[in-house]
């Protein structure tokens, strides 16, 4: 049914990804996620799509996945292990995962997905001359709205970051204040 | 070889895998991963049908969910360093000031 590389790949994507949830170190969890999106860029390998795939590689595990290993960074890991994990909440969690798995399952089993439709080996791979001709052509307001979007993402951040500054001078501000006041009081 | 059905269900997988985070975690950068995930699980569903059908467009419209996916990512950690910098914690229970 499958090839080996394909179970292969599907058990590193699929492993990781419950690796980047229940890490205990968040740290850990930015690594595995890093792995589990390459391996979706090898999922893009297996169906004939390079081109996505390296785009994968450079926007997640290049730019993605090392911008959350730079925030967790930044935050004191401190607060990071104070997870408090109701104990019911995850036994709701898993059976609501089970519910959605098996009755997607169902669901895709008994639809036509495995028939006829589904065999896409006989078809020749899509070139990516003619992704590139349909992004400049027919996507094009797409295009410029995309890069517009990123523009104002990153200023955006920018702003975020900027002010958060600022709060930070006034932070440290009351938080002489208060020691004055300690001291005051003691 | 393979067929669709295949990865249909691989992205069937990692979508519940990022659902049950969201519903569990209570970490905002957890619950960030959790999007990540189901995030990769539609563009992965996106280039299999397109390399069913077969049609680009699949993969042209992954690409720029990807690009979307950055921006995204890039706001919603700016906004997570900012919530940590005043809070000084990260737990989504927490922050409810614009709760109603």
């Known amino acids: ?186 | 070889m393979s067929e669709i059905l295949d990865f249909v269900i691989v992205s069937m997988v990692l979508v519940a895998i990022g659902i049950y985070g969201l519903v569990v975690k209570r970490n905002a950068i957890r619950m960030l991963f959790s999007i990540e995930i189901i995030a990769n699980a539609a563009n992965l569903l996106l280039v299999a049908f397109s390399r069913g059908l077969p049609n680009a467009q699949g993969q042209v419209v992954a690409l720029f969910s990807i690009a979307i996916a950055a921006a995204e990512v890039a706001v919603g950690l700016a906004i997570i360093v900012v919530i940590f910098r005043a809070r000084r914690r990260l737990s989504v229970d927490d922050l409810s000031l614009m709760r109603w």
């Open chain 1, 1 to 186: 049914m499958a090839d080996p590389i394909f179970i292969a790949v599907a058990v590193l994507t699929v492993g990781t990804a419950i690796i980047a949830l229940e890490a205990r170190e968040l740290i850990y969890g930015a690594i595995s996620l890093a792995i589990s999106m390459l391996g979706i860029a090898g999922f893009f390998l297996l169906l004939d799509a390079p081109f996505v795939a390296m785009f994968q590689i450079a926007v997640y595990v290049g730019a993605i996945a090392v911008l959350i290993i730079f925030a967790v960074m930044l935050v004191r890991t401190q607060a990071l292990f104070t997870t408090k994990e109701d104990k019911k909440r995850k036994a709701a969690g898993i059976a609501l995962m089970l519910i959605i798995m098996s009755s997607l399952g169902a669901l895709f089993l008994a639809s036509g997905l495995s028939g006829q439709f589904g065999q896409f080996n006989t078809s020749p791979p899509i070139d990516f001359t003619e992704i590139g001709e349909l992004m400049l052509t027919y996507y094009a307001p797409a295009l410029i709205i995309l890069g517009l979007t990123l523009a104002g993402s990153v200023i955006a951040a920018l702003a975020l970051a900027r002010r958060e500054s600022i709060t930070g001078q006034e932070e440290g501000e009351e938080e002489e204040a208060e020691q004055q006041r300690h001291e005051r009081d003691s």
